[in-house]
């Protein structure tokens, strides 16, 4: 039983450039949610997915946008990334939407900003 | 002030013993109990899940909730080398809210 997997691994990008991060969520899941972790800190709330449509967002500005598609994978969008931007991007996924139930995460995409 | 407020580490504990990790939040609204464990380099792995005030056991960890304090903990007996990780405790207000996370704490444990 295949786990939230997360692509790519790492990335190297410029300020000013933008980037697409992927995740394939929890066989049987149909939530995705996604953080972002500084270092030394923990994991902060960006937004959350349900039925391809943005259920909930954190205080992250709109250069961040998401995706999520009909097999409930989901793409996280950044937009003139800043230094500030460098971070592990965690993706996590959940299923039911009445009852909750944890979140499983990925092992994240790191971010670095030259 | 923070929602949650997690006890500052490094902490070093040697082999075998007893380790508690302690979280307090100030959202009356959360009402589920998560603590995650993270290696370096990985993502966070969930340890418990608990709902409510009281405890819940599995295996060498124990989850203890009590509400009224706003106070959450995790013991660890028998503390193995392998514990050594990152633990965060995090919390949400049911019904897959956005889980809200504590700073973490890194526990080293020597053999």
């Known amino acids: 039983d295949a786990g939230v997997t997360q692509s790519p691994t790492h990335l190297i990008k410029t300020r000013g450039q933008q980037v697409t991060l992927r995740c394939s969520p929890k066989s049987g899941h149909d939530t995705v949610s996604w953080y972002q972790q500084a270092l030394g800190q923990g994991p902060q709330f960006i937004f959350q997915y349900y039925e391809e449509e943005e259920r909930q967002r954190g205080n992250f500005p709109d250069r961040f946008s998401g995706h999520q598609f009909p097999n409930y994978s989901s793409e996280l969008n950044v937009n003139a990334l800043l230094l500030g931007d460098s971070a592990l991007y965690l993706c996590?996924?959940?299923?039911?939407?009445?009852?909750?139930?944890?979140?499983?995460f990925g092992d994240g995409t790191r971010l670095s900003i030259l | 002030q923070k929602e949650v407020e997690q006890d500052p580490g490094p902490l070093s504990v040697p082999e075998g013993a007893i380790v508690s990790l302690n979280c307090t939040y100030s959202?009356?609204?959360?009402?589920?109990f998560m603590w995650y464990r993270q290696y370096s380099r990985k993502g966070p792995e969930l340890l418990m899940y608990t709902y409510s005030s009281g405890n819940k056991e599995d295996g060498r960890f124990t989850a203890q909730v009590d509400k009224s304090s706003k106070y959450i903990s995790l013991f660890i007996r028998d503390s193995q080398p392998s514990d050594s990780a990152t633990y965060l405790c995090a919390m949400d207000r049911g019904a897959n809210s956005k889980l809200t996370f504590g700073k973490g704490i890194t526990l080293s444990v020597r053999p």
């Open positions: 996590a996924s959940s299923s039911g939407q009445v009852i909750s139930q944890p979140q499983h």
């Open positions: 959202n009356s609204a959360f009402q589920y």
